[in-house]
């Protein structure tokens, strides 16, 4: 006997209509919160808006200027230099991690829990700290560097250190690509390791031959969603350098954020909120389509 | 913990065992550089370490230009309110995109998933707009108002859990004269409570953590959360008080590592792993 639930399907107005009321706060969530603010932005951004007048219709002119702006140029190379060093730093150090704490080792269970932890931090929090450990007068690292004869470069204060700087202190965050790797690894069939190994294979060669493909999925996951997260660094450079030195750490998010809460350039804003969407896609296009490429040539 | 996991052949050795603990410190040491620096002695002070924990975190709670008991008070009731909200919403939410079959159900739950990848910062100027001609600009409430609407992310945990609760369950409620409402409150939520506190879990720490959206819609100092006014202690009068600056940044991630000391399984189990089962 089916339920009542299964009747016809749920293709009767009524259970469409039961349905839809179950949905509905999400539905009228995401109608007020997603949808509306989306059209009125992809509006804004065709338009003139101090916030202190009525919007004034210019076309394409926001996107042109964006073109041209050198502030959203330096911004754009740095979040595309960030989301490269972060994704690529962040993977390696992950899959490296993974695999080390599922050998079953004494203590893993505790390491496993330090790991994640600093992903739980603010991240107003997390800058803080490390605007300390990166302090170039008294600050730990500086300190640590000189202990030991070393000179400490300015990690933030130099144009040439603050980005890879910033990019670094992301690392610490990399736990929960950490615990999804590792609950991959778990799902790998012990027999082809245990094949691996009658073939002679060793540790490093079991891991780039069975670990990496056999959790190839969690890893094009985890590459995804780390280039869009990676994109939208904010509260880092904002708390930390804001954006300096000589405009080294000006991200997208936060030209957003200026042009439209500080400079008071609303359509400006929305029109380069809506480039940084595209960027966003079409990078995440890219991964998807040399994933594909990658799993065509490892099966051929 | 079972000793004996995948990868391990002949490299349960003393040298793993050194990298891995090796990473632990690392990633410890930051959060133990913090409170190291947290108990720095203010300048003339000659106080002991625990005297000067003391002289720093009374500081920091009677700050005169910044005011951490406000500040904390923001954010519990941030917390609070949101998280009530979002675990209720996204429960009958996924309710209905779970356990009641209807027309056009797949495509709402597609759409769901499609905006688990609109990166947040996009809409927020739009956003602020919205509560400004809501009349919300200058309240606490755009800041969790939207969760009683639900969430994306946890819509998504809590349909993945009533999925795997057995079907014959609701039949039987409703041969016993369940309404679909008592299916809901007296079968699925009772057997849902892990899924629930995970839930709710994830809610109070993204609240907890929000910066963005506490400095984009809150303009006045009386409505700052923890994250926004950690900022004040910032360069004060010249040099920063780094004992100070540490000790306030102490304070805010204390009670997120409290909760995720205490409740690690569902923190790590909820966390991205579950997303990948489907």
Known sequence: ?300 | MPRDRRDNTGGRGAWPTLVLWLCGAAFALPLVWMVAGSVRPAPGSSAGVLGRAAENYAAVWADPTANFPRYLRNSLLIAGASTLGMVAASAVTAFGLSRLCWRGRDAVFLVLLATLMIPGPVLVAPQYLLMRELGLIGTLAPLWLPAWFGGAFSVFLLRQFFLTIPRDLDEAARLDGCSTFGVFWRVVLPLSKPALASAALFQVVASWNDFLGPLVFLNHRELYTLPLGLQQYQSQHGGTPWNLVMAATTLTVLPVMAIYALTRRWFVEGSGAEGLKE
């Open chain 1, 1 to 300: 006997m089916r339920g009542p639930a299964h009747a016809s399907d749920g293709r009767t107005p009524r259970e469409v209509a039961r349905g839809l009321l179950w949905a509905s706060p999400w539905l009228v969530g995401f109608a007020i919160f997603t949808a509306v603010p989306a059209v009125l932005s992809l509006w804004f951004s065709l338009t003139d808006y101090s916030l202190l007048e009525r919007p004034v219709f210019v076309g394409l002119a926001n996107y042109r200027e964006l073109a041209a702006d050198p502030v959203v140029r330096a911004a754009t190379r740095n979040t595309l230099a960030y989301a490269a060093m972060a994704v690529v730093g962040g993977t390696a150090l992950s899959l490296v991690l993974a695999p080390l704490l599922e050998r079953g080792l004494r203590g893993s269970g505790l390491v496993r829990a330090i790991v994640f932890a600093p992903t739980l931090a603010p991240p107003a929090s997390a800058a803080m700290v490390w605007l300390w450990l990166y302090n170039p007068g008294d600050g730990p690292l500086a300190r640590g560097l000189r202990a030991v004869g070393a000179s400490s470069p300015n990690f933030l204060g130099d144009a040439r250190w603050a980005l890879p700087s910033l990019a670094f202190m992301g690392l610490w965050s990399v736990g929960s690509a950490v615990v999804v790797y590792s609950a991959a690894i778990r799902g790998v069939p012990r027999a082809v390791y245990e094949a691996a190994e009658v073939d002679g294979a060793g540790p490093v060669s079991r891991w780039w031959h069975v670990t990496i493909p056999g959790i190839a999925p969690a890893v094009l996951f985890n590459v995804v969603m780390a280039v869009i997260w990676s994109l939208q660094l904010f509260a880092a450079p904002l708390i930390m350098t804001r954006g300096g030195p000589a405009l080294s750490t000006h991200t997208v998010s936060m030209s957003v954020y200026l042009n439209a809460f500080v400079y008071g350039r609303m359509g400006y804003a929305c029109a380069l909120a809506w480039v940084q969407l595209l960027i966003t896609l079409a990078l995440t296009i890219l991964v998807l389509a040399l994933a594909r490429r990658a799993v065509v040539y490892r099966a051929g």
